[in-house]
Nanobody, 117 residues
Framework: QLQASGGGLVQAGGSLRLSCAAS????????MGWFRQAPGKEREFVAA????????YNTDSVKGRFTISRDNAKNTVYLQMNSLKPEDTAVYYC????????????WGQGTQVTVSS
């Protein structure tokens, strides 16, 4: 089970840190990612991180602003979001998969991020 938290309301230019905690299985076995879905839009990929944290991937719109990281000892993945923009407003979901080449196996329940202008 994945539990996302850390969302909230922030002004443009502000920061938030999202957390995704796993229970029932060691997170170290999974390639982890963050996705978001804005109202009326399809869910989109935001960032991903390899099992050890040695490799990270970001969509172009968040490069230089968002950083994904993980602490396998705490069974938690983070998304540090800086310089937030109103267009970052969305429900953010964490996801996990055992094989980086395959579909995502598990999804968290989502946490709302709202950026005011």
């Amino acid at each position: 089970q994945l539990q996302a938290s850390g969302g909230g309301l922030v002004q443009a230019g502000g920061s938030l840190r999202l957390s995704c905690a796993a229970s029932g299985r060691p997170l170290s076995r999974y390639f982890m990612g963050w996705f978001r879905q804005a109202p009326g839009k399809e869910r989109e990929f935001v960032a991903a991180i390899s099992w050890s944290g040695g490799s990270t991937y970001n969509t172009d719109s968040v490069k230089g602003r968002f950083t994904i990281s993980r602490d396998n000892a705490k069974n938690t993945v983070y998304l540090q979001m800086n310089s937030l923009k109103p267009e970052d407003t969305a429900v953010y979901y964490c996801a996990a998969k055992a094989d980086s080449a395959r579909k995502w196996d598990y999804w968290g329940q989502g946490t709302q991020v709202t950026v005011s202008s």
